[in-house]
């Protein structure tokens, strides 16, 4: 048998750190990838047999392997991020977010400026972000235009122009927003002065704002000049409560970024939080889409590069829930206590909220992958074969073997579907045996579905432990349904989730979205079996009242109630009345019965 030409490539790959990039048929690269050792890794695609259709659909549509060898699997980390980003290939993470961001610029120029802007210019000037809303950047330039005050015009302010007094000073001046650099009004000294404290307040940093307007009003409180001592100390308070909200952790943890993941069958989400001098100075959320199924440690290892890239992070300590490779320099910690794992689990309830919210959003935009992604969520917590679109929940009603009846809910694409609800009356069982009830429904369900040709479920739910599914497997056995349909149980108390064959039970997360689906077809099925029973009842005690009456029967009850509707009506009805009905002679015992007095 001759080999293939890949069978060849994957001989000669080096065991050197690297990158790979599969191309189709057409040239095209479909997927790129990062490893440690390139011929193991690129040698396990063709090796082992995927559990993932996504993955076996790409190895067979591979035609080509090309190959980056590179000195570190860090740089392997880094070019795998760029080539992801420059080729964007069809089976690699998505990351949906391509939006340019504001940044806040301080220009390169005699006292320079200091605006907002969406346009990075390579120009020596210096730009702190991106930042991942304008109004935090606005929030943060009305701060800064409260304690400074600095220029707004766009005049060329050279040593030259203004000692031959080009300029006069605007508006601005006289509103005291501006100190008049451009009548030599204010030093350039004091003016970068002001600057290089904007850039600590812009990073975070008030400790040296703080510290120097403390000075400035002592000074001017000695000197006795108390209302401009006044308004440094409106300075003092306005720095102190924007510090107070953005402080949320001890003020020792600095120039720190914070990384966490939450994710389901399709989706990753990681939030990034950007915290210095104690404070976060930036959080943003990710969405980032599965192609072949990866793991956490994957999609936070790709988020980490990515996030740290466009946010231009040169924090030198990274907080995560779990080790993942980072570029070379940078400390890894992994909060296990105190102010670092708080800070963590902000990060991780931030992930969780956004998670909630694209859920949301789109439940009501896109109802078919809402659909979809919950489907995907059961069929892999339930460990099923399918996807459980039709579920149908089974649950008996008695009072001590009274009027046994049972119910049947049915939920379709995880809503109920009332028109297939069913209810039976228990026939073959005497007495209060809810086993054997069971039984007796499940056997007369699906006998039915199968002799009118009609759709089965994906699964089964019993309301009950491993009793009531042993009952409801003997009937699946003799329908010959037995490894057909999915069945399992629940009992109550716990919420246990019971399989057959298995005496150990499984227990879901309380808040996963399966065990809510499942507690929701068990609460349905109750209510809808007592309410069938408490009617029954009802009718029972009805028509007992009349047929112990002497001489009155169940059909002469039935008639009386189709006329009367209700045996109230018929004790205040005369005897002529009810003669009318049932004749004279039934007549007088009846009107006699209920007007004894």
Request: glycine share 6%; with cysteine.
């Amino acid at each position: 048998m001759s080999k293939t030409p890949i069978d060849i490539q994957l001989q000669t790959l080096p065991d050197s750190p690297g990158v790979y990039q599969f191309y189709n048929k057409e040239g095209k690269i479909i997927y790129v990838g990062k490893a440690k050792n390139l011929k193991k890794r690129v040698s396990s695609y063709f090796h082992k047999n995927h559990e993932y259709g996504k993955t076996r659909v790409l190895v067979k549509k591979i035609d080509t392997i090309k190959h980056i060898v590179v000195p570190t699997e860090t740089d392997a980390l880094l070019l795998e991020n760029n080539l992801i980003k420059k080729y964007q290939p069809r089976y690699n993470v998505m990351l949906k977010d391509d939006k340019s961001y504001p940044w806040i610029c301080i220009k390169n120029e005699r006292f320079p400026r200091v605006f907002p802007t969406r346009n990075l210019i390579k120009d020596g000037s210096e730009y702190f972000g991106p930042y991942t809303s304008m109004k935090t950047v606005r929030t943060l330039l009305d701060l800064i235009k409260g304690l400074y005050s600095l220029r707004t015009c766009n005049y060329d302010l050279s040593k030259e122009k203004i000692e031959a007094g080009k300029y006069k000073v605007c508006l601005e001046y006289h509103l005291g927003n501006c100190k008049g650099p451009c009548e030599d009004y204010q030093s350039l000294v004091e003016y970068d002065r002001q600057i290089e404290a904007i850039r600590e307040i812009i990073k975070g940093n008030f400790k040296d704002s703080l510290n120097q307007f403390k000075i400035q009003m002592k000074t001017l409180a000695e000197e006795m000049r108390f209302e401009e001592a006044q308004k440094i100390k409106e300075k003092i308070d306005v720095l102190e409560n924007y510090q107070a909200k953005s402080t949320v952790v001890n003020p020792k943890i600095s120039n720190v970024d914070v990384f966490s993941i939450v994710s389901d069958e399709s989706f990753g989400y990681v939030n990034f939080l950007q915290l210095s001098y104690g404070s976060i100075i930036r959080a943003h959320t990710i969405e980032i889409k599965k192609k072949l199924d990866e793991s956490d440690k994957e999609l936070l290892e790709l988020a980490v590069i990515e996030l740290r890239t466009r946010f231009n992070s040169q924090s030198k300590e990274i907080y995560l829930p779990f080790e993942v490779e980072v570029p070379e320099g940078v400390k890894i910690t992994i909060p296990k206590l105190g102010d670092k794992k708080r800070i963590l689990e902000l990060s991780e309830r931030n992930a969780k909220f956004y998670r909630q919210e694209r859920f949301k959003q789109i439940k009501i935009v896109d109802p078919d992958r809402h659909v979809k992604r919950i489907m995907g969520q059961m069929k892999k917590d339930l460990r099923l074969s399918e996807e459980p679109r039709h579920i149908e929940c089974f649950d008996n009603s008695n009072i001590q073997g009274t009027n046994p009846v049972a119910a049947c809910v049915v939920f379709k694409d995880g809503k109920p579907s009332k028109k297939d609800y069913r209810h039976f009356n228990i026939k073959t069982v005497t007495g209060p045996d809810d086993f054997a009830s069971m039984e007796e429904v499940v056997h007369r369900r699906y006998k039915r579905l199968l002799e009118e040709d009609e759709p089965l479920p994906q699964l089964i739910v019993i309301d009950g432990g491993k009793g009531q599914l042993s009952s409801a497997l003997k009937s699946l056995d003799r329908l010959g349904l037995r490894g057909k349909i999915a069945i399992i149980g629940i009992a109550k108390k716990l919420e246990e989730i019971y399989y057959p064959g298995d005496s150990i039970p499984m227990y879901l997360d309380k808040k996963s979205e399966t065990l809510k689906i499942i507690q929701y077809l068990r609460n349905e099925a109750h209510r809808f079996g007592i309410t069938f029973h408490r009617n029954k009842r009802s009718k029972a005690a009805i028509n007992s009242e009349l047929e112990n009456i002497e001489g009155i029967g169940e059909k002469t009850a039935n008639d009386l109630l189709k006329k009367f509707k209700s045996v109230k009506r018929i004790k205040e009805a005369s005897e002529v009345q009810i003669a009318e009905v049932i004749g004279a002679s039934k007549a007088q015992k009846v009107f006699q019965a209920f007007h004894k007095s």
